[in-house]
Structures are given as C-alpha cells and as structure tokens.
C-alpha cells in the first residue's frame, strides 16, 4: 500500500487558486512533520512547506519557502488523517510536481530539503498557464 497521496493538483490560470491534499494511511500523520516539496524537469526538488506535529492543526509550527510566504497555507485535519496545502495567487513559477513527504521527526527542519524524508507520496501535477 502507498502510506502517502497527493491530490488537488491540476490546471489554474494564473492568479487562481488550488488546494493540495496529502492523505495518510497505515499510520498517523501527526506523529510527524510533514512537508511540501516541489519539482520542476531537470532541477532540485525544492521545499515549499511544512508543519510540525501537533496535538491541534491550529497550533502547529509551520515554515513557508520565501517564494510562497503570504500565497501558501499549510494545514493539517488529524481527524481526517490529512494535511492540506492551499495555494493562492499562483503564479506560472509556481507549475511543478508536488509532493508531501513524512520527516524521521516530529518538528520541521526549517531548510527543508528532501534528504532524510521517511516516507514520499507519488506527487500531484500543479500548472499555471493562461
């Protein structure tokens, strides 16, 4: 079974808005941090995103790339075992292939790079184009 899946994914004109899901299964999703990574063709998977574990959604720590602060949200739903990613005022950089992943960890590593991720979903294509 895939213990991680993404969806939301899909076609937005730029400005436009769409809402990632990354749904767990096997295990529970707040027993770790969970990011967002990203990746375009032929360059490094980038961090987007991500949200410690938390005994509420709403008091999580959460850490933002600087190219998505005040456009992205992250969010986590324990009781649905799922972690969101709202994604506002796209832009046509913003297309990529996005991943959520589970850190070996309960806090997030600020930096966020992919190395060390525990487990990986199989990505949801986000395209921004008029």
């Known amino acids: 079974q895939v213990p991680l899946v993404e969806s939301g994914g899909g076609l937005v004109q730029p400005g436009g808005s769409l809402r990632l899901s990354c749904a767990a299964s096997?295990?529970?999703?707040?027993?770790?941090?969970i990011y967002w990574f990203r990746q375009v063709s032929g360059e490094e998977r980038e961090g987007v995103s991500c949200?410690?574990?938390?005994?509420?959604?709403?008091?999580?720590?959460?850490y933002y790339a600087d190219s998505v602060k005040g456009r992205f949200t992250i969010s986590r739903d324990n009781a649905k075992n799922t972690v969101y990613l709202q994604m506002n005022s796209l832009k046509p950089e913003d297309t990529a292939v996005y991943f959520c992943?589970?850190?070996?960890?309960?806090?997030?590593?600020?930096?966020?790079?992919?190395?060390?991720?525990?487990?990986w979903g199989k990505g949801t294509l986000v395209t921004v184009s008029s």
């Open positions: 096997g295990f529970t999703l707040d027993y770790y941090a």
């Open positions: 949200i410690s574990s938390s005994i509420s959604s709403l008091d999580a720590s959460t």
């Open positions: 992943a589970t850190d070996t960890t309960s806090n997030c590593r600020p930096m966020m790079k992919y190395y060390g991720m525990n487990y």
